[in-house]
């Protein structure tokens, strides 16, 4: 009998959702169609919406939800699978709670009367006498929460050869005790879901406006579209990164325009689940105001327009930002990469000028 060591264990997982397994959603897809389920169970305290393809699970968005068994403050796309059926994305790894698989979010959102917001992290309510030993007195996490929460109002969607969802979002601040709190950010968000062999692609595009008046996202790496690898592919356990320009495990920041920390135009990390090599990858839309990566060896990859600098915006200039998502079975090849990129820069935005 073979050693069931963890790694083992997901794998056989894997060829279980290959041949139907565990993750084989029902047969009521129509062949060759994706299809979309609407779940809300937990008496409609929670809510997800079930990605299938060919009758079999590709993805599932999970609603954000300010509950105290279900605390989400930003939805997620949890598991992430490969066409092969394998999971490649992680969420609540031991560090840290806040990272969700696919996710999408800004650490220190600026109002116009001086606020500042986390929509990134899962800050408590605050205990003002209490020392944060991390971190300065000027950003004592225990003081600075809570951290807002991303709340989807309104979900809808098409299906067909690919799946895509249309979200409405209020960015909204939390109170004690109750249910409702300040709306502080309009945003759109669309989800484009395909599958192609050896590919799974989910596409990104953003719009935000303030509810009122002008916010600024102030300089902070918890930002903006992130993904937490699967923690037996970060390289901490064996896997490997790789950007377009050629640097074979980065760490840290990339957002110089030339040299050493020159910023890439996609990041890959790529491991072993069992025998199978699969891997997931990140990239930035060209047209975005800018695209800053940051990394880490425990498994997360981030880009976004204001890592290091702040960055304003308005109901008269929205900002505007695309990321894709690339689950695939096998080694990504760079000019496999450069051209999944290049397919994506030339895909329009779906909410520019309105």
């Known amino acids: ?16 959702i ?3 397994g565990l993750y084989r959603a029902a047969q009521t897809a129509e062949a060759g169609a994706f299809q979309i389920e609407d779940q809300v169970p937990f008496r409609g305290q929670t809510r997800r919406l079930k990605v299938t393809n060919h009758g079999r699970y590709v993805t599932s968005l ?17 598991p992430v699978l490969t066409p092969g059926g394998f999971p490649v994305t992680d969420s609540h790894q031991y560090c840290f709670i806040h990272h969700q698989s ?11 009367d001086g606020r500042v917001i986390d929509f990134y992290r899962k800050l408590n309510f605050p205990e ?18 809570p951290s807002g929460i991303q709340r989807i109002v309104s979900a809808t969607w098409k299906t067909g050869d690919r799946a895509d969802i249309d979200l409405s ?16 950010v309009l945003e759109k968000r669309r989800y484009e879901i395909s599958q192609s062999e050896p590919h799974t692609i989910i596409d990104q595009f953003s719009q935000l406006v303030p509810s009122k008046g002008e916010c600024i996202f102030e300089g902070d790496r918890h930002s903006f579209c ?14 490997t990164m790789r950007d377009s320009e050629g640097r074979v495990n980065p760490l840290g920041n990339y957002w110089a325009a030339e040299g050493k920390t020159k910023a890439p135009r996609w990041v890959d990390c790529t491991g072993k689940i069992g025998d199978a090599t699969v891997g997931i990858a990140l990239m930035g839309h060209p047209e975005n105001p800018l695209n800053e990566y940051y990394v880490q060896h425990w498994g997360l990859m981030e880009v976004s327009a204001m890592l290091d600098k702040d960055l304003a915006f308005s109901k008269h200039k929205p900002f505007e930002f695309a990321a894709r998502y690339v689950a695939h079975d096998g080694v990504l090849a760079p000019e496999n990469a450069d051209q999944l990129y290049g397919e994506f820069a030339n895909r329009d935005f779906p909410f520019k000028g309105g």
């Not at 073979?2 to 060829?15: F, H, T």
């Not at 003002?128 to 929460?145: I, S």
């Not at 979002?169 to 502080?184: F, H, K, M, Y």
């Open 226 to 239: 992130g993904v937490r690898v699967h923690d037996l592919l970060d390289v901490e356990d064996g896997g």
């Open 128 to 145: 003002e006498g209490r020392k944060d030993r991390w971190h300065t007195p000027e950003k004592n996490l225990y003081h600075l929460g």
């Open 169 to 184: 979002l209020e960015w909204q601040t939390r109170r004690q005790n109750s249910a409702d709190g300040e709306t502080i």
């Open 62 to 78: 999970i609603f954000s939800v300010d509950y105290p068994t279900h605390f989400r403050l930003k939805p997620e796309f949890y």
């Open 1 to 16: 009998m073979a050693d069931l060591n963890r790694r083992n264990l997901i794998s056989s997982v894997g060829i279980g």
């Open 18 to 20: 290959a041949a139907g």
């Open 102 to 112: 696919i996710m999408c979010g800004h650490g220190r959102v600026r109002t116009e």
